[in-house]
């Protein structure tokens, strides 16, 4: 699988990269966080991250001032499994290297995404990225399974907690898995195997060979 920098012309409809952004001291505290002995770990908010210099740029600058969290996704992947989308734009910033596997939204059809139209995109260490609301993405994958990954994600305040339990009143309700995050399981996945709507066909795609 080719595997793209965000700075190539292909990322240009997925997201963006963000200047100016002091990423130092958010990155100082995300390495003082161990990684998790196996797997990958997700939390929404991290009380130490949103301590740091960084939460007032990404609320003020990137958010224009809209209430914003800052929580992590840390471990070690190299494989696809899922994809998620939100009804806003998040921003990831790594302590290294990582990788992103997107797809676009309008690339859904009658539920299902085809795995082929997945895309890889690295991300240098300390940059900040937008990965846009219309673009399909999940965990990070790292590019050194000895140094793993840690990715700082920015979203508004309250996405990916507790569902709201609301009716579902057409298809796409029935992806709502967390609050603000809709999400397409590949049939290989755990998330599929507790319930998830299995929106995803094609190879469940893996990096492994690829870093």
């Known amino acids: 699988m080719n595997i793209y920098s965000v700075l190539d012309p292909e990322f240009i409809s997925y ?15 995300m390495e003082a966080i161990p990684l998790p002995e196996a797997g990958v770990a997700y939390e929404p908010s991290i009380p130490t991250l949103e301590a740091t210099c960084a939460y007032g740029q990404f609320q003020n600058n990137a958010y224009g001032g809209m ?48 795995t082929a139209r997945v895309k890889a995109f690295r991300v240098s260490a300390g940059t900040a990225v937008e990965v846009y609301a219309t673009t399909l993405h999940y965990a990070p994958c790292h590019v050194n399974e000895a140094e793993g990954f840690r990715v700082a994600v920015v979203l508004p305040r309250g996405t990916n907690t507790a569902s709201p339990g609301a009716a579902p009143l057409n298809q796409e309700d029935k992806w709502l898995t967390a609050r603000n995050k809709w999400l397409l399981a590949h049939p290989e996945s755990n998330e599929a195997a507790q319930g998830a709507h299995i929106g995803l066909k094609g190879v469940n795609i893996d990096l492994a060979s690829n870093i």
């Open 15 to 29: 997201g963006k990269v963000l200047e100016g952004y002091d990423t130092s001291c958010l990155l100082k505290a």
């Open 67 to 114: 209430p914003v969290q800052i929580g992590m996704c840390w471990g070690r992947n190299t494989r696809l499994n899922c994809l998620e989308y939100h009804r806003d734009s998040e921003v990831n910033i790594g302590t290294g290297d990582f990788i992103l596997l997107l797809a676009k939204q309008d690339e859904i059809m009658e539920g299902v995404l085809d």
